[in-house]
Every structure is written in structure tokens, then in C-alpha cells.
């Protein structure tokens, strides 16, 4: 809330009724030194407090450029968040760039940091013939709810299997219960979706390998996150 905006008369935007409250006409002569250590401590979590409320950092008070505490509902305010992997997308992206596989579990806590993870989705391809059925586990016990969708094949042989539509209409149907969504993938196909996201009041992320990610899609989120080989599986 900005200065310039109105609240109820003798009410301050940025003050709660659980907060420490300060009297001028306090005499603090008299007061013992423990309880002024008390005081103390009390207005410097109040202080934390405010800075935490402005998108400040909280321990200097000052405003970084990097987007992290700055940035509108930066990652200290607590956002709920919701996540979508595009499996096929980033599993061709981490061999292609380092020939291993994606740990999905340093991936996740490498996009939503400290926020609350409110639902994590996982799009797999389930192809004749691949055994996944422990690959699906471990997902799961990271905390994705996997979608599987077969092969098909066309009339004139080819075969198809495609996320990004339903994926999509996913994001859609979770944008009015988070503050921010994460697109796990560099398909840049996903730009289209970002703009009727932003206009129901939804924060846009993506998060993919900086070699494998679209420009279209980097420039249309509102912030993005690089995976790097600290994000894979060991060896």
C-alpha cells in the first residue's frame, strides 16, 4: 500500500494490534535494564516486520536490484505456489546440455525457496515398452501429482504425444487459488498462456536450463529461474 492510499480513519496500513506499541510520554528512566532489552529485541522484530511488508530486504532495509525481496509479492511474502513440469520438455533439455538426468526434488526447492508449495504437477509420456512405474514413484514421493498420457498414433504413422494445451488449461484452473504459478519448461508456447494468467492477478514464473529456454517465454514471466548441473542427479 502506498502512502497515497486510504484506510479507515485513524488506522495505519502497516500497523497490527499484535504489534509493539511505542508512548512517547513513557519514562524510561525508571525502567530496568532487562525490560528495555525486551523493548529492544521487540521493535527489531517489528522493524523486520515492515521491511518484510515493503519488499525490502530485512536485514539491511535496503532495496536490491536483483528482483528477489523488490520484486511485486517478492519470495518473502509467503506466496502459495503451484508448479507445472513439462517431464518431456526437461528431460530431453538435461540430456541434451549435460547427458544426466534432472533431480525433480532439487529442481522444486529451487523454485519455489521458502515460499508454500500449494500443488506440484508432473506431465509424463507414457511410451510402450519404457518401464516407468519407479520413476512415477519417486516423483510422487517428492510431491507431484503425476499425469500420464499414452502415445497416439496418426493415420499416416506418425505418433504424437503433446502437454502443452492441457498443462495450460491446468495453470488456469489453479490461477484463481495461488499467488504464483511456475512452468517448468523452455517451451516457449507457454508465453501464450502468461498474459490471461497476469490479468486474473497471478504471478508468472518459469524455470528451465538456461540453454533450453525460449526467449519468448523468458521475456513474457515475470521472473525466471536457471537450473544449472547443481540441479541434476549425481552420477
Known amino acids: 500500500m502506498t502512502p497515497s492510499s486510504s484506510s479507515s480513519e485513524g488506522e495505519s496500513p502497516i500497523t497490527s494490534p499484535d504489534w509493539p506499541q511505542i508512548d512517547p510520554s513513557e519514562d524510561v528512566e525508571g525502567v530496568e535494564r532487562v525490560d528495555l532489552e525486551e523493548k529492544y529485541l521487540d521493535l527489531k522484530d517489528e522493524v523486520w516486520r515492515l521491511r518484510r511488508k515493503l519488499n525490502l530486504d530485512p536485514a539491511s532495509g535496503s532495496m536490491p536490484n536483483n528482483g528477489g525481496y523488490a520484486a511485486q509479492g517478492g519470495f518473502l511474502s509467503r506466496q502459495r505456489v503451484a508448479v ?3 517431464v518431456q520438455n526437461m528431460y530431453h533439455s538435461a540430456k541434451k546440455t549435460y547427458g544426466r538426468n534432472l533431480s525433480y526434488a532439487k529442481m522444486l526447492r529451487a523454485c519455489v525457496r521458502n515460499r508454500r508449495l500449494a500443488r506440484a504437477f508432473a506431465y509424463v509420456i507414457d511410451r510402450d515398452g519404457v518401464e516407468q512405474t519407479s520413476f512415477v514413484d519417486h516423483l510422487q ?15 499416416d504413422g506418425s505418433r504424437k504425444a503433446e502437454w502443452e494445451l492441457a498443462i495450460a488449461m491446468d495453470m488456469i484452473s489453479v490461477a484463481d487459488k495461488v499467488d504464483a504459478i511456475i512452468v ?7 508465453a501464450d498462456v502468461v498474459p490471461y494468467l497476469r490479468a486474473k492477478g497471478v504471478r508468472v514464473e518459469a524455470c528451465a536450463f538456461r540453454e533450453s529456454l525460449s526467449d519468448v517465454l523468458r521475456e513474457a514471466v515475470d521472473w525466471y529461474h536457471l537450473l544449472s548441473e547443481d540441479h541434476l542427479y549425481v552420477g
Open 184 to 190: 517448468v519448461s523452455g517451451n516457449g508456447v507457454f
Open 84 to 86: 507445472f513440469v513439462d
Open 141 to 155: 514421493y517428492c510431491g507431484f501429482q503425476v499425469k500420464k498420457r499414452s502415445v497416439i498414433e496418426r493415420m
